[in-house]
């Protein structure tokens, strides 16, 4: 059975950085792509940030694009969402996702796994 385990999350200031991992009990963990969303009270699921199974590949939302950053480490069967410049409007759940069999992919429902999600709190 696949878990997905965040940790990271807290409350910070705005303007600080923030570094969320989550980690994977998933026996090939390299055959998923992974990717990070956020919910905010009141508001969807959004899609922060997804990496390729390989790692070479990685997308952003526009939002978070040039502040946040994404990688894996294969070995350690983790996946990892370095948060720079961090803003009140950051302020969300932040949900660690595995998608099986896709090269990486925006959408929720193409996330076959999720974890319980960790809460990052930005103060101004």
């Known amino acids: 059975q696949v878990q997905l385990v965040e940790s990271g999350g807290g409350l910070v200031q705005a303007e600080s950085s923030l570094r969320l991992s989550c980690a994977a009990s998933?026996?090939?963990?390299?055959?998923?792509?992974m990717g990070w969303f956020r919910q905010a009270p009141g508001k969807e699921r959004e899609f922060v940030a997804a990496?390729?199974?390989?790692?070479?590949?990685?997308d952003y939302a526009d939002s978070v694009k040039g502040r946040f950053t994404i990688s894996r480490d294969n070995a350690k069967n983790t996946v990892y969402l370095q948060m720079n410049s961090v803003k009140p409007e950051d302020t969300a759940i932040y949900y660690c996702a595995a998608s099986y069999g896709s090269p990486w992919s925006t959408s929720r429902v193409n996330y076959d796994y999720w974890g319980q999600g960790t809460q990052v709190t930005v103060s101004s």
């Open positions: 990496i390729s199974r390989n790692g070479e590949n990685t």
């Open positions: 998933i026996r090939i963990f390299s055959t998923y792509a």
